[in-house]
């Protein structure tokens, strides 16, 4: 599976943006998606997943309520909507396909899209 994530950009604080993550390959829809960002100077962190069949949602604390992760299985694309943004979401996203016989596992990473959110 290779993973091609997209539409970040500069957005001002209260703003949104749209992620999408573009997969290929015909397993797309057995992996459960993923979300990280690192931001500069952190480490990379978890911001959410989904399940391959879309059915359950996680987010960390700190998105919960202004970010949705979402997926479209005919369409091999993961999108994570995010609302309400701050000054801190600012960082690289990654997509991530998680390991269908290991939960803690991502067995392929996307090249990152910047994301910059101004005060």
């Known amino acids: 599976v290779q993973l091609q994530a997209s539409g970040g950009g500069l957005v001002q604080a209260g703003g949104s943006l749209r992620l999408s993550c573009a997969a290929s390959?015909?397993?797309?829809?057995?992996?459960?998606m993923g979300w990280f960002r690192q931001a500069p100077g952190k480490e990379r962190e978890f911001v959410a997943a989904?399940?391959?069949?879309?059915?359950?949602?996680y987010y960390a604390d700190s998105v919960k309520g202004r970010f949705t992760i979402s997926r479209d299985n005919a369409k091999n694309t993961v999108y994570l909507q995010m609302n309400s943004l701050k000054p801190e979401d600012t960082a690289v996203y990654y997509c991530?396909?998680?390991?269908?016989?290991?939960?803690?596992?991502?067995?392929?990473w996307g090249q990152g899209t910047h994301v910059t959110v101004s005060s």
């Open positions: 991530a396909a998680v390991s269908p016989d290991d939960g803690s596992r991502i067995d392929y």
């Open positions: 390959g015909r397993t797309f829809s057995s992996y459960a």
């Open positions: 989904i399940s391959w069949s879309g059915g359950s949602t």
